[in-house]
């Protein structure tokens, strides 16, 4: 793919509003590792956000989230460069913070989660297939993550709440409303009002995902960005 195409859809895949104090970053997709990882035009990747965040340096950031989940790493990645941002953050959970986006959510200086939002927490996972060596070697893996994650919730608990609790948790998958995550971690609730609908690749995957998402998921899908089509199937030939 030519250098002017990937421009063009990391510019596509970009969405934001800005003034010359603030800029608007929305995770409204799932956390994918790279740029030819975003099949949808609102999934977001390490390299998008680098380059948001480069040019709205020193501004205030409105993020507004909406997501599956995804990458463990991106969204690791995410979480770091929003943390090293010289600017107020103020995070909006306008539906979903799942698995990593719920990461992502605690970068913000302050977070703001509806009620009528949610915000689900897990053990990382992986689909790796290999032998014996490798697959303890995953599980190893798999535990150095899960600290990590469990390191950045720690950080966020409210005054009282013991990291046990929130393990005891992430072993379960636990969905929390907005006012069961204020019970725990330094959100704020906001005004109640309907949560923005979510769909994502990964719902099917979680234990005990929601009812009203998995048949969200059957609706039918949106007409595609024919553009946007052809570009990727150029990549995809590309890389063969």
């Avoid at 970068?107 to 996972?125: E, L, Q, R, Y």
């Avoid at 046990?164 to 995550?181: C, F, Q, R």
Wanted: one cysteine or more; glycine letters at 6%; charged letters at 30%.
């Amino acid at each position: 793919m030519s250098k002017k195409m990937k421009d063009n859809l990391v510019d596509f895949l970009q969405v934001k509003n800005s003034t010359d104090t603030t800029a608007d970053l929305y995770f409204y997709g799932d956390i994918v590792s790279s740029w030819y990882g975003a099949w949808d035009d609102t999934d977001q990747y390490p390299e998008s956000v680098r380059n948001f965040l480069d040019e709205h340096k020193g501004k205030n950031l409105n993020i507004y989230i909406n997501s599956g989940g995804g990458s463990v790493f991106a969204g690791l990645a995410i979480y770091n460069m929003l943390k090293r941002h010289e600017g107020q953050k103020t995070v909006y959970v306008d539906g979903l913070a799942a698995s990593i986006a719920s990461v992502i959510m605690l970068a913000g200086d302050k977070v703001v989660i509806p009620n009528s939002a949610m915000m689900m927490i897990h053990k990382p996972w992986s689909r790796l297939a290999g032998n014996s060596t490798e697959l303890r070697k995953l599980a190893d893996n798999l535990d150095e993550i899960e600290k990590c994650i469990l390191n950045i919730y720690e950080k966020n608990l409210k005054d009282g709440v013991d990291i046990e609790s929130i393990k005891e948790m992430v072993n379960a998958e636990t969905w929390l409303t907005g006012d069961e995550a204020s019970d725990y971690f330094n959100v704020e609730i906001g005004e109640g009002k309907q949560a923005v609908a979510c769909v994502s690749d990964y719902f099917k995957d979680y234990l005990n995902t929601p009812k009203r998402l998995l048949e969200a998921k059957e609706e039918p899908a949106k007409e595609p960005n024919n553009d946007l089509e052809k570009q990727k199937l150029l990549l995809e030939i590309d890389l063969i």
